[in-house]
């Protein structure tokens, strides 16, 4: 079937970066839209970021302009560089992906990644 992985979470400093990838493998017809979201202790699940097959953007305003979404259509993946990160920013990561396996587009979601923003 399909699957998404994410990696590049982990520990930074607040004003630090992190990069993360989410890769989509499986039976890929094609993707539409791609996108990350964020969950922190005790809040519901928020957008982050989505980018469109043809690299159309969008953010969410907590994040815009320390945070760029772009994608690989070659290897089906899509990233976040986040920069001047904030503790605000601490959350589990999930990436999602509308996916065309056959006659239909079904959102997948990644097992999500931490992202940790301390001193």
């Known amino acids: 079937q399909v699957q998404l992985v994410e990696s590049g979470g982990g520990l930074v400093q607040p004003g630090g970066s992190l990069r993360l990838s989410c890769a989509a493998s499986?039976?890929?017809?094609?993707?539409?839209?791609m996108g990350w979201y964020r969950q922190a202790p005790g809040k519901q699940r928020e957008l982050v970021a989505t980018i469109t097959s043809g690299g159309k953007t969008n953010y969410a305003d907590s994040v815009k302009g320390r945070v760029t979404i772009s994608r690989d259509n070659a290897k089906n993946t899509v990233y976040l560089q986040m920069n001047s990160l904030k503790p605000e920013d601490t959350a589990v990561y999930y990436c999602?992906?509308?996916?065309?396996?056959?006659?239909?587009?079904?959102?997948?979601w990644g097992q999500g990644t931490q992202v940790t923003v301390s001193s």
């Open positions: 499986g039976s890929i017809r094609s993707i539409a839209a």
């Open positions: 999602n992906a509308d996916i065309r396996t056959n006659a239909f587009i079904t959102p997948y």
